[in-house]
């Protein structure tokens, strides 16, 4: 089992930054893909970013060039920078772990983004 704990949503202007943070505990694999998808009122949910332990990331269109995913393998957590925020990145934003053949998924943290 993995447990993961978020943190750092909370309410920021359009065009303001927030970082947000994942820490992962429980039985971690060195291969594995952390990260962070997104779901608005109404809408399903949505990818954001992603890293593999390998260090590959990737993008869903509407992150790249504002939002930046970085990991610390030392301590299982993983990041997201977001700037140039908007209020259509108003959402939950879920931290996401996978190790083949299991994923598992936070709580979530609402970023509200006002305009």
């Known amino acids: 089992q993995v447990q993961l704990v978020e943190s750092g949503g909370g309410v920021v202007q359009a065009g303001g930054s927030l970082r947000l943070s994942c820490a992962a505990s429980g039985i971690i694999f060195s291969a594995n893909l952390m990260g962070w998808y997104r779901q608005a009122p109404e809408k399903q949910r949505e990818l954001v970013a992603t890293?593999?332990?390998?260090?590959?990331?990737n993008y869903a269109d509407s992150a790249k060039g504002r939002f930046i995913i970085s990991r610390d393998y030392a301590k299982n957590t993983v990041y997201l920078q977001m700037n140039g925020l908007k209020p259509d990145d108003t959402a939950v934003y879920y931290c996401?772990?996978?190790?083949?053949?299991?994923?598992?998924w936070g709580k979530g943290t609402l970023v509200t983004v006002s305009s």
């Open positions: 890293e593999t332990s390998g260090g590959k990331t």
């Open positions: 996401y772990y996978a190790q083949y053949p299991n994923y598992y």
